[in-house]
């Protein structure tokens, strides 16, 4: 199994950037298609950005395509998201997640899902 770690988060001003990183531990995480997730509160965990092992297939939910890139690192055993042009809607805890099949239909899903991170808390000013 792997282990999961997020960092990265904090606090910053509508329209700034942050990055986001995901550290893996244990089994390697070049044998996980990963995705990232985020959880404001009072609501339900949603699907942000999808990356497949070997990086060639990217998917994005609409709220966040054009502004947030999903890339990972292999031989860093490190997952990231870089987030652009940042508005107070995007406050949430986002969470780092390898699912231990190839990507379908169903990684939008957090079902998909087998291991999990802690989370990181990302707040935007407005």
């Known amino acids: 199994q792997v282990q999961l770690v997020e960092s990265g988060g904090g606090l910053v001003q509508a329209g700034g950037s942050l990055r986001l990183s995901c550290a893996a531990s244990?089994?390697?995480?070049?044998?996980?298609?990963m995705g990232w997730f985020r959880q404001a509160p009072g609501k339900e965990r949603e699907f942000v950005a999808a990356i497949t092992w070997s990086a060639s297939f990217t998917d994005y939910s609409d709220s966040v395509k054009g502004r947030f890139t999903i890339s990972r690192d292999n031989a860093k055993n490190t997952l990231y998201l870089r987030m652009n042009s940042l508005k107070p809607e995007d406050t949430a805890v986002y969470y780092c997640?390898?699912?231990?099949?190839?990507?379908?239909?169903?990684?939008?899903?957090?079902?998909?899902?087998?291991?999990w991170g802690q989370g990181t808390q990302v707040t935007v000013s407005s």
């Open positions: 997640a390898a699912g231990t099949t190839p990507l379908n239909s169903d990684h939008r899903y957090v079902r998909f899902y087998s291991y």
């Open positions: 244990g089994r390697t995480m070049s044998s996980y298609d």
